[in-house]
């Protein structure tokens, strides 16, 4: 496909709706407020704070930058760098390939308590419900093949509405869209928040979460903890923000719309932790136990601590459809961006149309995915893939990019003409010390610190079975399919040559758009 038939967004507040909707996840409400909590409550805010300006914009910058220059997703865009760069673009696209297999589950998971919310259908013992009732859990199972039959069922018509707005394009489908569900769902999260500070024992609830620890600050782990949400929250690093700054027009103010994007990510995660943090209190203050006891994180917070709070609430079950409505919206707006990615390649790899595109890839994923998860085992499978593809994918590519792609090729400085030259915040003295030096030292000290994890004990006391399947034997599929499909022949009339308009110096961007200008 020619890079001049490669779609655009028509207007900045198109793209910063999709661009927002896709960072805006499910790691904002049920991830940060317990990171929050456990890495010194108010004080983390300092880390926090300190890791989304050296280290989450300035990703951002560098896979806007690469996006927005080269005018493709990771594939192509790395091999209009160097063609033997092709396999890491193909990582990227197959990370975000198995994360849109296995969220899309818990969106399913999201739209069946929406419904329970109602009649309150987990009882008294919402652990034994969503474990043994909801899911009938086998912990054991490399695959049951035991369908859940109701799940499956919710669980194709999710993907059939995703694949339906992506076969309409990023302007007809995911811009339209994310224009309605993004301001939808913060409404819907400022409500749920108005609703929680309400309660008895909100304030003990916000007290836990924003005192301050002082001596925190002073642990490693902290900091670490404050980078590893920045990125895990803004989706950077692994071809999602890249393919979202391809479809940008060329005269586009990229290192703004960055900062934007950071900000309304960080400021959810904050109205996100203030919503959670004051429920949490109200449940702490009926059970009586301390709010260390009741806290909570990821799956067990929303699925489990949450449903226990809106059965004691007044109110409670229209509590209960805002939230599980939210967390549904949430995933169901940054789906768009993660499975537009492979899409975006396969269109750009092979040739294809829009539709075709949609079909096969996304047809593809939807099939693994319904094959795999609505069964009794579908639950480790989850929690492996997603545990794995985050310390061997996520994590160690973006390593690998900002070491190969970025300094051996000298990217950082082509990059930080092209920001400049188009954008109206700077770059210049501190983009390159951060993108370049402290972000990816962060990031190896994470993957080296998760990998001695994974291979001192099992992760998750799963078998040995589970996590060879699951786990590492993912692990070598996205790494062989890439080398694969770096390998594989180009079809159509692509160019390897960077578009035209985007491969000049600053100076000479400046002059030209300049020129356009009169």
């Known amino acids: 496909m020619a890079s001049n038939e490669r779609e655009t967004w028509s207007s900045r507040p198109m793209f910063l709706a999709a661009a927002i909707g896709s960072a805006i996840g499910l790691g904002n409400i049920w991830r940060f407020p317990y990171i929050a909590y456990e890495n010194g409550g108010g004080s983390f805010l300092i880390p926090y704070v300190i890791a989304l300006l050296t280290g989450g914009v300035a990703m951002l910058f560098f896979d806007y930058a690469i996006g927005h220059r080269f005018r493709a997703a990771p594939p192509l865009a790395f091999a209009r760098i160097a063609r033997w760069a092709e396999p890491i673009g193909w990582v990227q696209t197959l990370i975000t390939f198995f994360i849109a297999v296995y969220y899309m589950a818990i969106l399913a998971w999201s739209a069946f308590y929406t419904y329970y919310s109602f009649t309150l259908a987990w009882g008294d013992d919402p652990n034994a419900f969503f474990f043994e009732n909801f899911l009938k859990m086998d912990g054991a199972s490399v695959y049951s093949g035991n369908y859940l039959l109701a799940l499956t069922a919710v669980l194709v018509l999710i993907w059939v509405a995703l694949l339906a707005v992506m076969s309409l394009g990023v302007e007809k489908g995911v811009g339209r869209v994310s224009k309605f569900a993004v301001p939808t769902l913060i409404v819907l999260f400022i409500l749920i928040t108005i609703r929680a500070l309400t309660l008895k024992g909100a304030a003990d609830g916000l007290n836990a979460l924003f005192t301050p620890n002082w001596d925190a600050l002073f642990e490693p782990s902290v900091w670490m903890a404050g980078y590893g949400q920045i990125f895990y929250s803004l989706a950077v690093g692994f071809g999602i923000m890249l393919t979202q700054a391809s479809y940008l027009k060329r005269r586009s103010d990229v290192t703004t719309t960055a900062w934007t994007v950071a900000f309304a990510n960080s400021s959810f995660e904050v109205l996100a ?69 492979p899409i975006s390649a396969c269109m750009d790899k092979f040739a294809l149309s829009r539709r075709k595109a949609v079909v096969l890839v996304g047809g593809l994923a939807a099939v693994i995915s319904v094959v795999l998860l609505p069964t009794t085992s579908g639950l480790p499978a989850l929690d492996i893939m997603d545990k794995f593809i985050n310390v061997t994918g996520i994590v160690f590519i973006a390593v690998v990019t900002l070491v190969v792609v970025g300094w051996g090729k000298g990217m950082f400085s082509v990059l930080e003409d092209h920001l400049d030259a188009i954008s109206t915040l700077p770059t210049k003295y501190w983009w390159k010390l951060s993108v370049g030096v402290l972000t990816p030292v962060i990031l190896a000290i994470t993957f080296w610190g998760n990998m001695k994890e994974l291979l001192a004990s099992p992760y998750g006391d799963y078998t040995q079975a589970q996590l060879g399947v699951y786990g590492w034997g993912l692990t070598a599929v996205m790494y062989v399919g890439a080398i694969a499909l770096g390998l594989s022949k180009w079809h159509g009339n692509v160019s390897f040559d960077v578009p035209k308009g985007f491969d000049l110096s600053a100076k000479a961007v400046r002059a030209q758009l300049a020129a356009t200008s009169k």
Do not use: H, R, W, Y
């Not at 943090?277 to 929303?302: E, H, R, W, Y």
């Not at 489990?304 to 949430?330: C, D, E, H, N, R």
């Open 273 to 341: 932790g203030i919503g959670v943090f004051a429920a949490l209190g109200f449940m702490s203050a009926q059970s009586g136990k301390p709010i260390a006891d009741v806290v909570t994180n990821g799956i067990g917070l929303a699925f489990i601590a949450f449903p226990q709070i809106i059965s004691q609430m007044p109110g409670g079950p229209l509590f209960g459809v805002l939230f599980f409505g939210s967390l549904f919206l949430a995933g169901f707006t940054s789906m768009f961006s993660i499975i537009e990615v």
